[in-house]
């Protein structure tokens, strides 16, 4: 520790090396001299307007003492740096003692990798950040200046929280309301950790985000590829007030990773999946076999009626037989009639989007003119700009027995089909009537197990193909289901 034992903070803090000037004041790693221990030092001179409001702000903050929290471990009102080998200064400082933490922060991360975090681990990490800010907040604490230096990532990759107390002191807080403002610091963390850019202005060496020129609200699909529409709608509800305590955006965070996991579930089944045109519903095993068991019944009871018939032949020949009937089974299979369903309705399903996706078009895909389609919107890029997928709802009007489909879609891409009894499914319980595979233009497929219900779904999924203007577009030109 060279140079340091001969300057001394209050009788107690070696200084040891200047390592910032953020806050606009110099910040020192420093030994404590009574602990034996590393610490930040934080110097402000008591004749700096800024320190009364300093002094008031850590004392206050120090009461949130959690793990995950940047502690302040003392807080000295009047104190001067000592020497050993020089004349001690006339300044009197403002000291703030908090932890030293052998960790990265959240923009130099960002700096070092060249990248940005995946959505899923970026949501994680601001629902840890959210419960620490819900907890500070119940001791009447706020941070009121989250910034990406505030996030520290430690060796073990605990996500720990600084600057409570300190940076809205020394920097002047972006909103004197604690509880909203630290809600949008929130918003604008999830904004930078999976775009890598600070949304209003450039932050901590990291770029400002680039708009569209206007005034409005920065949205992250606007400045990074692959932003799902969820993403936009969850950011903007951080900035415009929707959430009025931390509880509530925890819970939209919590919902978002889950949406997310399941996202890059279904892209994982989909890359692994093999390119099978039909896979039979659940119910189908039961099906099978009361299958089984019928026909072995039938064999049964023919046999012991041609046994019956054989002998009698031989018990007298004045012996006739008028009429035959074997009763059936109580138990019916369903069997297709070879119909074709009446659609009564169609609907756009976008659980991920605004769902209006070209809803006026929707009646295209049934109007018995393949020349005429309804059409998704057009993207950027196969992927759907990273949305997983977008659904055409037919309406049966009464749940049915589905045994097919004949499908013309407007070039050639991936789709699953669902038999349902919801016109709200969840895709992650529902079982899959059928896959489309990417190949396929004009398909038309059945099978003797049927799926029961009053609506079919075809979830085009991403891997689109290009249109003529180089961009990328799914549609369906006529569908029919059959009965």
Sequence with gaps: MSGAND????????????????????IWRAMDISLKRWVNLILLPTSDLRSIKL?????????????????????????????????????????????????ESLDRILIRRGEVFPVEQALKQLGMI??????????????????????????????????????SALLGPDSTDGVSQDIKGVGQLLFVMITGMWPHGSVDSLPAALGSGGTGLVLPSQ???????????????????????????????????????????????????????????????PRRLRSTLIAGFSVLLFGWVGWQLLTSNFHGSDSSITSLETPLPSEQVSQATG???????????????????????????????????????????????????????????????????????????????????????????????????PTEVSTSFGTSDSASGRYVLIWITPDLPANDSGEFQGGISEVKVRL
């Design 7 to 26: 300057r001394i903070f209050d009788g107690r803090y070696a200084l040891d090396v200047q390592v910032s000037s953020s806050l606009s004041s110099p």
């Design 55 to 103: 002094l008031q702000e850590c004392q206050l903050a120090a009461a949130n003492d959690r793990r995950d929290v940047v502690s302040i471990l003392d807080v000295v009102a009047d104190g001067k740096i000592s020497s050993t080998t020089a004349t001690d200064s006339p300044d009197r400082y403002v000291g703030i003692v908090t932890e030293w933490l052998d960790g």
């Design 130 to 167: 959210a419960n620490t800010l819900m907890h500070a907040h119940s001791l009447n604490v706020f941070h009121r200046r989250l910034r990406p230096h505030n996030v520290i990532f430690s060796q073990g990759q605990e996500v720990r929280l600084a600057g409570f107390g300190v940076d």
């Design 223 to 285: 400045v990074h590829v692959g932003v799902r529409p969820y993403i936009d709608r969850l950011y903007t509800q951080t900035q415009d007030g929707t959430f009025s305590t931390m509880r509530q955006l925890l819970d939209a965070l919590s919902v978002g990773e889950a949406e997310e996991s399941e996202s890059l579930q279904n892209r994982v089944s989909r890359l692994t999946a093999s390119s099978v045109t039909w896979t039979p519903p659940q119910s189908a095993q």
């Design 339 to 437: 119909g074709i369903a009446e659609i009564v309705d169609v609907t756009i399903y976008d659980p991920l989007g605004d769902r209006t996706e070209n809803e006026g078009q929707a009646l295209l895909a049934i109007d018995g003119n393949i020349a005429t389609a309804w059409t998704t919107d057009t993207y950027k890029d196969a992927e759907m700009s990273g949305k997983a997928g977008i659904g055409l709802l037919l309406d049966l009007g009464v749940t049915q027995e589905v045994f097919g489909l004949d499908l013309d879609f407007i070039a050639g891409h991936t789709a699953e089909i669902y038999v349902l009894n919801s016109p709200e499914p969840d895709l992650a319980t529902e079982t899959k009537f059928a896959d489309i595979a």
